[in-house]
Structure formats: structure tokens, C-alpha cells
């Protein structure tokens, strides 16, 4: 039921278009799903799974939210891209931070929302959202100070985000930062959460943290801070 290698994903050097589109229609449809409070069906021995009974009732949400601003706060009037920012705008303290908001998703509910929303929360700081996948930054070369990338490079290929990250660079001005959480593969919370996602919608693929780390390396990107979280490995990255 889970994917256990980079064979399993959709990246773009590996597969084709078409493939990619799929993947990308798959998680955008998990999500829109989500937002929309659709009910999800599953088979029994999932729903007596305790993660998804967590999942139910919110207790999950804890342990699988990446505090990013706990190793990378956005600050003063800096210009912040958040890619794949499902509603963060709403729920995450921007206007405490004062920084400049730029969202892309993928989810056209999340972002319907932020777009309807977000301005009437503080016009002055959310710049808007953009419908569109994680690797289409369509954006000033360096227009942004600090880019954010949690919750969904779990459900693609290492080779896919590694475009990202490639993407990403240009859009940040020297010396710019990536802040982004990959799921560890050996805790044990990692397959479960996996086979309960599968069943939402969206595979999760399963890599090992030394292949981000590669990936990382082979874009000229530095680690500069890690966080270990109960089920993500959140990395901060320092862009020459």
C-alpha cells in the first residue's frame, strides 16, 4: 500500500507529464476533499486504526503540522513564498510576524478560501494565492527573501521536489532561505500514516532522509537547521 522508493514517484525527470498531472490531480483532489468537509470512506480495519480514529477527531493535527516559524520565523517586512500553503494565512500568526504573504497551492478550495479571506484579515501583507503546482513559480527572479515548502513533498518523488528546491533558487534573492519538511521514513508513526493516506486518496512515498539530503547538496543548497518532528524532519536551507 506505500511506496518504499524512487521508483514510486512522479518526478519530472522520471516520468512523464501525464503521469505528474495525475499525482498532482490525486493530491488536489485529497485536499479539496478535506477542505470541503467531505465525508471519507474507508474499510473497517482502517477505521479501527488508531491514527485514524486521531485523524477524526483532530489529535493527529499536532503531530504532523511543522512548526516552520520555530526554525525560520518570517521577519519584518520580508517577502515570504509559501508553496503549497493550503489556509496558513488564517491559521498561522502572520500579521504578528509582519511579513509579506505569496501563497501557491494546489487545491483550488484552500485557495479559493485564502484568496476570499486573507485581505479582509490584513490587505496590506497577504499578496494573494496562486492555483498552480509546486515546480510553476512564475515569479521575479529574486523576488523573495524566504520560501516555505511543508506538508506535501511526502506525496512525491525525491527527483520531483529536488525540481522545487531548483525552481525555488531562482525566485529567492542571494542568500535566501528555503524552509521545508520531508516525512522520516523511520519512525513509527511513518507507515501507518502512509496507509492511512493511501486510503484518503494520496500515496505517500517513503525515502529515506539521506536521499533529501543528496537532493539538497545537488542543487548547491546548504543545511543550515534541523528540526526532528513526530513524524516530519523539518530542514532549513541557505541558498548561495
Given at each position: 500500500?506505500t511506496?518504499?522508493?524512487?521508483?514510486s514517484?512522479?518526478g519530472?525527470?522520471?516520468f512523464?507529464?501525464?503521469?505528474?498531472?495525475?499525482?498532482?490531480?490525486?493530491v488536489?483532489?485529497?485536499?479539496?476533499?478535506?477542505y470541503?468537509?467531505?465525508?471519507?470512506?474507508?474499510?473497517p480495519?482502517?477505521?479501527?486504526m488508531?491514527?485514524?480514529?486521531?485523524?477524526?477527531?483532530?489529535?493527529?493535527?499536532?503531530?504532523i503540522t511543522s512548526?516552520?516559524?520555530?526554525?525560520?520565523?518570517p521577519?519584518?517586512?520580508?517577502?515570504?513564498?509559501?508553496?503549497?500553503?493550503?489556509v496558513?494565512?488564517?491559521i498561522?500568526p502572520?500579521?504578528e510576524?509582519?511579513?509579506?504573504?505569496?501563497?501557491?497551492e494546489?487545491?483550488?478550495?484552500?485557495?479559493?478560501?485564502?484568496?476570499?479571506?486573507?485581505p479582509?484579515?490584513n490587505?496590506?501583507?497577504?499578496?494573494?494565492?496562486?492555483?498552480e503546482?509546486?515546480?510553476?513559480?512564475?515569479?521575479?527572479?529574486?523576488q523573495f527573501?524566504?520560501a516555505i515548502?511543508?506538508?506535501?513533498?511526502?506525496?512525491?518523488?525525491v527527483?520531483y521536489?529536488?525540481?522545487?528546491?531548483?525552481a525555488?533558487?531562482s525566485v529567492?534573492?542571494?542568500?535566501?532561505m528555503?524552509?521545508?519538511?520531508?516525512l522520516?521514513p523511520?519512525v513509527?508513526?511513518?507507515e501507518?500514516?502512509?496507509?492511512?493516506?493511501?486510503?484518503?486518496?494520496?500515496?505517500?512515498?517513503?525515502?529515506?532522509?539521506?536521499?533529501?539530503?543528496k537532493?539538497i547538496?545537488?542543487?548547491?543548497?546548504?543545511v543550515?537547521?534541523k528540526r526532528?518532528?513526530?513524524?516530519f524532519?523539518?530542514?532549513?536551507?541557505?541558498y548561495?
Open positions: 500500500m511506496r518504499l522508493s524512487n521508483a514517484g512522479f519530472l525527470q522520471n512523464s507529464t501525464e503521469a505528474l498531472e495525475e499525482q498532482l490531480a490525486a488536489a483532489l485529497r485536499f479539496n476533499r478535506q470541503r468537509g467531505d465525508a471519507f470512506e474507508v474499510p480495519e482502517v477505521e479501527e488508531p491514527i485514524f480514529r486521531q485523524w477524526m477527531s483532530g489529535e493527529l493535527t499536532p503531530k512548526e516552520f516559524w520555530q526554525v525560520c520565523k521577519k519584518k517586512g520580508q517577502k515570504c513564498l509559501d508553496i503549497g500553503c493550503g496558513s494565512f488564517l498561522y502572520w500579521r510576524w509582519d511579513a509579506f504573504f505569496y501563497g501557491q494546489i487545491s483550488k478550495e484552500a485557495s479559493d478560501a485564502l484568496n476570499s479571506r486573507g479582509q484579515l490587505s496590506k501583507l497577504f499578496k494573494g494565492v496562486k492555483l503546482p509546486a515546480h510553476q513559480l512564475d515569479y521575479e527572479p529574486g527573501d524566504l515548502a511543508t506538508g506535501w513533498s511526502c506525496y512525491f518523488s527527483d521536489c529536488q525540481q522545487v528546491m531548483a525555488v533558487k529567492l534573492k542571494p542568500g535566501g528555503l524552509v521545508f519538511d520531508v522520516n523511520e513509527e508513526l511513518a501507518n500514516w502512509a496507509i492511512l493516506e493511501t486510503y484518503l486518496g494520496a500515496e505517500v512515498a517513503l525515502e529515506p532522509l539521506q536521499e533529501w539530503e537532493a547538496r545537488a542543487v548547491g543548497a546548504k543550515v537547521k526532528e518532528g513526530e513524524l524532519h523539518l530542514y532549513v536551507v541557505k548561495p
